[in-house]
C-alpha cells in the first residue's frame, strides 16, 4: 500500500487562448502544456469531437497535450485553457521548482504512481488523438493497461490476458456433428495489422479407438479453420494455437494442425479475414461416437500487442 511522507499542493499556472476552427477542420492542442480545459462556442445543438466523443457547445472537457479537435457540425470558437507546470508546495509552505516536482511527489508513495486516462475500446481513439496511457476497462477480464506513442496504441508490457474460464464449460454428447465449445468475439481492431490472440483449452474425453476431433476456428462455426487436432485412446490432451496477423488486419497465420506448437509435416494454416471489424474465434469439439463424451473443461485467451 502507498505510504503518505509529506503532503504536497501541486500548483498551476494557466493561460487563456481563443481560437476559430472552421467546420470540418481540426485543431491541435499544443504540447507545451500538462494539460488543458476546453469549451467551444458557436451554434447551439452542434458538437465538436475528441477521442472519437462528441462534446456539445458550451460544454467544458478535458483534454491531453497534442490533442486534435474537430469542429464538427459548424464554425466554432475554442476557448482553451493550458495548464503548465507551477511548482508544489510541500506542508511547510516551501515552493519547489518545476524540476524538483518530480521527486517531490514520487517520495510521497512507496511505489511508482501510474496515470492513465479511462475508456472503453470503442472510445479509446485513434493513437495520434492522445500519446500517454490509457485503461481500457472492456478489454480483458479486469480491464488491461494501453499506451499510444501518437502511431499506434500497444498494450504495456506486450500481453494480457483476454478471458479465462477456470470450470467445465460445454460437453459433447448425443451427437457426431461438429459443435460449439467456446466463441470469444475480438472488437473491431483489437489485433491491429500485427498483433496474435492465443488460445490455451483443456479436453477431457472417452478414452476410446474412435476419433475425437478438435477445431479453431475464425469467423465463427463456419469460418475458416486455422487448426484441427485429433485424438484417440486418451482421456485429457492441452490445445494451445496462436492466429498471427501478418503485416495486415486480413492476413492471418495459423498452425500446422498440432495440440502445441513443434516439428509437422503440414504446413501452416491461413486464412484472409478482416480483423478490422468484429471478429468472432471459435473452437469446436467433435467426435466419431454420439454415445461418447468430450468436454471442455478450461480455456485462456491472450492478446499479445507490443
Known amino acids: 500500500m502507498p505510504t503518505v511522507r509529506r503532503p504536497v499542493t501541486v500548483q498551476y499556472d494557466v493561460a487563456r487562448s481563443a481560437v476559430t476552427v472552421q467546420k470540418g477542420f481540426t485543431y491541435t492542442v499544443p504540447t507545451t502544456c500538462l494539460f488543458a480545459k476546453v469549451k467551444a462556442f458557436g451554434r447551439m445543438g452542434d458538437t465538436v469531437t475528441y477521442l472519437g466523443e462528441p462534446y456539445p457547445i458550451g460544454q467544458e472537457f478535458e483534454v491531453a497535450p497534442g490533442a486534435v479537435i474537430t469542429a464538427e457540425d459548424s464554425t466554432v470558437q475554442l476557448t ?36 492513465a486516462r479511462t475508456r472503453t475500446w470503442a472510445t479509446l481513439g485513434a493513437p495520434a488523438d492522445y500519446i500517454g496511457l490509457a485503461y481500457v476497462t472492456d478489454i480483458g477480464p479486469r480491464g488491461s493497461l494501453w499506451r499510444s506513442d501518437g502511431l499506434a496504441w500497444g498494450l504495456v508490457g506486450g500481453s494480457c490476458v483476454l478471458d479465462r474460464i477456470n470450470t467445465a464449460g460445454a460437453t459433447l454428447t448425443g451427437t457426431t456433428a461438429e459443435t460449439l465449445a467456446y466463441t470469444y468475439s475480438a472488437p473491431a481492431g483489437l489485433l491491429g495489422p500485427n498483433g496474435a490472440i492465443e488460445f490455451q483449452a483443456k479436453f477431457a474425453f472417452t478414452n476410446s479407438a474412435n476419433v475425437k476431433t478438435l477445431r479453431l476456428r475464425i469467423g465463427g462455426i463456419g469460418g475458416t479453420m486455422l487448426n484441427a487436432q485429433s485424438m484417440t485412446t486418451n482421456v485429457t490432451t492441452g490445445f494451445s494455437s496462436r492466429i498471427e496477423n501478418r503485416n495486415s ?58
Not at 518545476?98 to 514520487?106: K, L, T
Not at 494454416?269 to 473452437?283: E, I, K, Y
Not at 469446436?284 to 473443461?297: D, F, K, P
Open 80 to 115: 482553451l485553457d493550458q495548464y503548465t507546470d507551477g511548482g508544489t508546495v510541500d506542508s511547510e509552505g516551501q515552493i519547489l521548482s518545476p524540476a524538483g516536482q518530480r521527486s517531490q511527489i514520487q517520495s510521497l508513495v512507496s511505489e511508482e504512481v501510474i496515470v
Open 249 to 306: 488486419e486480413s492476413v492471418q497465420l495459423g498452425v500446422n494442425d498440432t495440440l502445441s506448437y513443434g516439428a509437422a509435416t503440414s504446413n501452416y494454416r491461413t486464412a484472409a479475414v478482416n480483423t478490422a471489424l468484429a471478429t468472432d474465434f471459435v473452437l469446436t469439439m467433435q467426435h466419431a461416437s454420439a454415445a461418447e463424451n468430450l468436454t471442455l473443461e478450461a480455456v485462456r485467451v491472450i492478446l499479445y500487442r507490443p
